[in-house]
C-alpha cells in the first residue's frame, strides 16, 4: 500500500522539525562551496557529524540541504543486477512536472518502512523527459531502504520520492563552456554518472534550438577495488567512444586479483588516483568529487597543490 501524500508530508514536517544532532567543532565540518558570480552551476553539501556513536541517518546528514516540495510517485519497472553487491532500478514517476538536476539525490520512502533511504540519481535528467524515467544503483546493505531494494523490491513496486541536494551541474544557456574533472570512488560514481550523461546529452543537442549551451569537455577519474566494482563501464567507454576528444575516461583499480578483461584494458591502471594523475588538470576546470571521505581529502588537497582554486571543487560525502 502507498503512502499517501498527506501523510508523508505531515510527516516531513515532523522529521524537518525536529532539533539538528549536535555537531563538533567547525573544524571538522565540510564548509559549503559555491561558484560566485553569474552562472552557478553547482553548489557542495555541507554534511553534518553527528556527536553520538549512533551513525546519522540520511535525513539527519542532509538536514540543511535543499529540498523539493513535490512528493511523486513511482512505480518499478526494471532491475538490474548492476554487479554482485549493487542493483539498479528503473523507477517510472507518476507525476510529469517532477524534474531533478543531473547530480542530486532523492528521500526514497518506502511504505511499511520507518527509514527513509537516500540515493544518488544515476540517470540523466534528459532520461525522464524523454522516457518518464529516472534510475537508482544502490549497493546492498543491512539499512532498510537499500536491505528492501536487494531482498524484497520486485517489478511494480510502489514507492515515494522527493528530489533534494545541492551537489548538482545544470548550466543555463548563457553560460560560458566549461570544461569538467569527475573524480568518483566506490558507489560514489552515482551523481557523477548522472553528470557524465547530462553532458553527453548536451553534446548531442549541441546547436539545436533544445541546447543553447556550448558543453566543454568531460575527463571522468573512477577508482574501485577490482573491474567488478566499476559500475556502468562498458557505458563509459561507449560515451568516450562516442564524443572522442569531448569525453575521456580512466579507471583505476586498487585490488584486482584477476585478470583484467581485455576490452577495457586500455582504460585502466593499477593504482589509486594520485597527484601525478591529475597533473594535467586546468585551473579553470570545474571538479566534481564523490566517493569515501578518505578519497575526498585527498584528491582535494592533490588538486589544491595543483593550483586549482577551492572554489572550483565540490564533493559530496555520503558515509
Not at 247 to 273: A, D, K
Request: aromatic share 8%.
Amino acid at each position: 500500500m502507498a503512502l499517501t501524500v498527506a501523510a508523508l508530508r505531515a510527516w516531513l514536517r515532523a522529521a524537518a522539525s525536529a532539533p539538528a544532532p549536535a555537531a563538533r567543532s567547525s573544524s571538522s565540518l565540510l564548509q559549503p562551496r559555491s561558484l560566485s558570480g553569474p552562472g552557478c552551476l553547482c553548489h557542495c553539501i555541507l554534511m553534518r557529524n553527528v556527536s553520538s556513536k549512533r551513525k546519522a541517518d540520511h535525513l539527519e546528514r542532509t538536514i540543511n540541504n535543499f529540498r523539493q516540495e513535490m512528493i511523486a510517485q513511482a512505480k518499478v519497472c526494471r532491475i538490474v543486477h548492476e554487479s554482485e553487491t549493487v542493483k539498479r532500478l528503473c523507477l517510472a514517476v507518476m507525476n510529469k512536472d517532477f524534474t531533478f538536476k543531473a547530480g542530486q539525490w532523492v528521500d526514497f520512502f518506502i511504505p511499511g518502512i520507518s527509514k527513509v533511504g537516500g540515493f544518488s540519481i544515476c540517470s540523466s535528467p534528459g532520461q525522464l523527459e524523454r522516457e518518464g524515467v529516472m534510475e537508482l544503483a544502490v549497493k546492498y546493505s543491512k539499512h532498510p531502504p537499500a536491505h528492501w531494494i536487494h531482498s524484497q523490491c520486485e517489478i511494480g513496486s510502489e514507492v515515494t520520492l522527493r528530489v533534494g541536494g545541492d551537489f548538482f551541474f545544470d548550466p543555463r544557456p548563457s553560460d560560458s563552456p566549461v570544461d569538467l574533472l569527475l573524480v568518483a570512488g566506490g558507489v560514489g560514481i552515482n551523481p557523477l554518472y548522472s553528470i557524465l550523461l547530462h553532458a553527453a546529452d548536451l553534446h548531442r543537442l549541441q546547436g539545436t534550438e533544445h541546447c543553447k549551451y556550448k558543453p566543454g569537455s568531460v575527463q571522468l577519474y573512477f577508482s574501485a577495488k577490482n573491474t567488478e566494482e566499476l559500475l556502468f563501464k562498458k557505458n563509459i567507454i561507449n560515451l568516450a567512444k562516442e564524443f572522442s576528444g569531448k569525453i575521456s575516461c580512466h579507471f583505476h583499480v586498487t585490488q584486482q586479483s584477476s585478470e583484467v578483461p581485455e576490452e577495457i584494458l586500455p582504460y585502466i591502471t593499477v593504482g589509486r588516483i594520485s597527484e601525478d594523475t591529475l597533473a594535467h588538470v586546468s585551473k579553470d576546470n570545474l571538479c566534481y568529487i564523490c566517493g569515501p571521505p578518505p578519497m575526498i581529502e585527498s584528491v582535494s588537497q592533490q588538486l589544491e597543490k595543483l593550483g586549482v582554486p577551492k572554489e572550483s571543487v565540490f564533493f559530496e560525502k555520503w558515509w
